[in-house]
Nanobody
Framework: QVQLVESGGGLVQAGASLRLSCTASGLTFSTYPMGWFRQAPGKEREFLAAINWSGGNTNYADSVKGRFTISRDNAKNTVYLQINSLKPEDTAVYSC????????????????WGQGTQVTVSS
């Protein structure tokens, strides 16, 4: 059974930083491109970033480029999302997903999903 488990979310003040983690099991992690998405209440899921199997290629949404950094540690079966200078509008449930290509930005192109971790940013 494939499981993706996110962690690292929480309640923080604007301007703070967080590092989200997603640990995978039940798949050969090092062969999968991985992505991060977020979804705020009443809004559609938004692509944030993706990374290829080795970590040598990344893809960022224009809206988060410069503040968000995706990375992975295949030895730990973990992908990370470093978020700096958090803003209240970053408040959302952040989910990781295992996909087919790091170039994909559509949710439907990803095969496995975690349940998400809540990030709440106060002003």
């Amino acid at each position: 059974q494939v499981q993706l488990v996110e962690s690292g979310g929480g309640l923080v003040q604007a301007g703070a930083s967080l590092r989200l983690s997603c640990t995978a099991s039940g798949l050969t992690f090092s062969t999968y491109p991985m992505g991060w998405f977020r979804q705020a209440p009443g809004k559609e899921r938004e692509f944030l970033a993706a990374i290829n199997w080795s970590g040598g290629n990344t893809n960022y949404a224009d809206s988060v480029k410069g503040r968000f950094t995706i990375s992975r540690d295949n030895a730990k079966n973990t992908v990370y999302l470093q978020i700096n200078s958090l803003k209240p509008e970053d408040t959302a449930v952040y989910s990781c997903a295992a996909g087919r290509s790091y170039t994909y930005t559509q949710s439907s192109k990803y095969d496995y999903w975690g349940q998400g971790t809540q990030v709440t940013v106060s002003s």
